[in-house]
């Protein structure tokens, strides 16, 4: 059965995605902790981030790089944090967002209804930063 993720990296759900290539996607999270908050998920579907095969995790591991970089730049943070939690989706995903204190990284603590005008800013920021950074052929339009 296929994960939720796959189902949004498919297009049969909604997702906002701000990077997208051919091992990689990320998108915005529906419950973020912090307005910038992004899932980092591999195409390929591996539920555990311990079984995932050197290359894919090195590609993974590295967008979320990239990705920090971009969060910090977009929304001003100190931090970029980097969370692999696993519980809530059998799909391997790393958590990026903009971190201001260690508070940031309770996920249990995530905004379980944020507007959808606050996540179509995230999205536009992070895309703009991602540019700014030399990304922009991985950038969806």
Excluded at 51 to 56: G, I, P, Q, R, S
Excluded at 111 to 136: F, M, T, V, W, Y
Aim: glycine share 6%; proline share 6%; net charge negative.
């Amino acid at each position: 059965m296929a994960s939720v993720f796959s189902m949004i990296i498919a297009g049969d759900l909604p997702g906002r995605f701000v990077w997208q290539d051919d091992d990689v996607v990320v998108f915005l999270t529906i419950n973020p902790v912090n307005q910038g908050h992004v899932l980092v998920v591999p195409r390929q579907e591996v539920d555990h981030w311990q079984n995932v095969d050197d290359e894919l995790w090195d590609k993974v591991h590295n967008v979320a790089r990239i990705m920090g970089r971009a969060v910090c730049s977009a929304f001003g943070a100190p931090r970029a944090g980097l969370l692999v939690a696993g519980l809530e989706v059998p799909h391997l995903h790393l958590h990026v967002f903009p971190a201001y204190d260690l508070g940031d990284f309770d996920i249990s603590k995530a905004e379980k209804d944020p507007s959808p005008e606050s996540l179509d800013e995230a999205q536009a920021k992070l895309k703009a930063a991602l540019r700014e950074l030399g990304h922009a052929d991985h950038v969806p339009a």
